[in-house]
């Protein structure tokens, strides 16, 4: 199981860079600068846009979905696998931005979660240390052998 942890964190983290790349790309194609908080950016997105971006949140659960099945042979198992990628994707997914263009500036920064299904809007923090705690929550069962 150790080796399934490594290979799927590696995953989430490149999972995230590339989504990371994308949105720097988005936000130029776009003209969109780099705003204190990300509900401003997504005031001034046409619809059309906001439902690509739909597509591509929806395109990233699935991964991570087909991912997990994939990796693990019980449902338990399944469910772990998919939050543990999970959390590693949430998590780099934000230091990815923040080495590519230095967002968010800080961790009370206001993000747009997701768009599915509607905005979910909170302060990075949040995400971050969900995803920080899920992480550090599946390691020591691992190491307790509970897991």
Same mark, same amino acid.
């Given at each position: ?73 019980? %449902?338990?198992?399944? &469910? +772990?696998?998919? !939050? ?6 949430? =998590?780099?997914?934000?230091?990815? *931005? ?26 990075? %923090?949040?995400?971050? &240390? +969900?995803?920080? !705690? ?6 020591? =069962?691992?190491?307790?052998?509970? *897991?």
């Amino acid at each position: 199981m150790l080796l399934k942890l490594l290979l799927l964190a590696l995953f989430g983290t490149a999972m995230a860079h590339l989504e990371g790349v994308v949105v720097v790309y988005f936000r130029k194609a776009l003209g969109i600068l780099d705003p204190e908080s990300n509900t401003e950016a997504i005031e001034n997105i046409g619809k059309k846009y906001l439902r690509t971006e739909m597509t591509r949140e929806a395109a990233t659960i699935i991964m991570l979905v087909v991912i997990a099945i994939l990796a693990g042979s019980t %449902w338990i198992e399944r &469910g +772990i696998f998919f !939050l543990w990628t999970f959390a590693f994707w949430d =998590l780099f997914y934000y230091l990815s *931005l923040y080495i590519l263009i230095r967002w968010p500036p800080n961790l009370k920064t206001i993000d747009v979660l997701f768009l599915i299904p509607k905005p979910w809007i909170a302060p990075v %923090w949040l995400p971050v &240390g +969900i995803s920080s !705690l899920t992480i550090l929550t599946i390691a020591v =069962l691992y190491l307790l052998r509970i *897991l």
